[in-house]
């Protein structure tokens, strides 16, 4: 499995790939944008293209949907309903249990998660051959100096990110 990943290590919360170029992944909120008023959709439409349009450096967004699991909820809501004595609170709470298990059914609830994945490409070793017969290292060997300052100009740009998907109304 090891061998099929890309990243070697994950140090200060930066995530260093193994041919020496580094991530940081941010998680971000998200806002319904359906709920907003025309005027307020076309705001945050603008912001976030002036948004786009400022950065000098790619960016990947990714988008994590998965059904939500409520098992251990309705197990928790169940566990409380049998050891209440009040018999009409149990029986709106095994009430509420079967809504819930219905709305489940019915809705097909999905959790997402919203990531921002923020690259540095560290620049290539002028020093070392590049014969291609010649066996290169996998992994560059980064000095602790080298991967400070390059975690540094990657931090910049973090910040850059956050400020702008901020400015949205979007926390990171």
Request: net charge positive; proline share 5%; hydrophobic share 40%.
């Amino acid at each position: 499995t090891q061998d099929a990943l890309k990243f070697a290590e994950i140090h200060n919360d930066t995530i260093v790939l193994k041919d020496g170029n580094l991530r940081q992944v941010l998680l971000c909120s998200s806002i319904n944008f359906a709920l907003k008023s025309e005027q307020e959709q076309n705001a945050i439409v603008y912001q976030y293209q002036n948004f786009l349009n400022s950065l000098v450096f790619p960016i990947q967004i990714l988008m994590q949907s998965k059904k939500l699991d409520l098992s251990n909820y309705l197990a928790k809501l169940t566990e409380k309903a049998n050891s209440q004595t009040n018999e009409l609170l149990r029986a709106q709470t095994l009430d509420y249990i079967d809504f819930i298990k219905k709305l489940i059914n019915l809705a097909n609830i999905m959790d997402k998660r919203f990531y921002v994945v923020v690259p540095f490409l560290v620049p290539p070793k002028m020093n070392l051959p590049k014969n291609p017969l010649v066996n290169q290292p996998s992994q560059p060997i980064l000095s602790a100096d080298e991967f400070k300052g390059y975690q540094k100009e990657l931090e910049q740009r973090v910040q850059v990110i956050e400020s702008g998907l901020g400015s949205i109304g979007i926390r990171t």
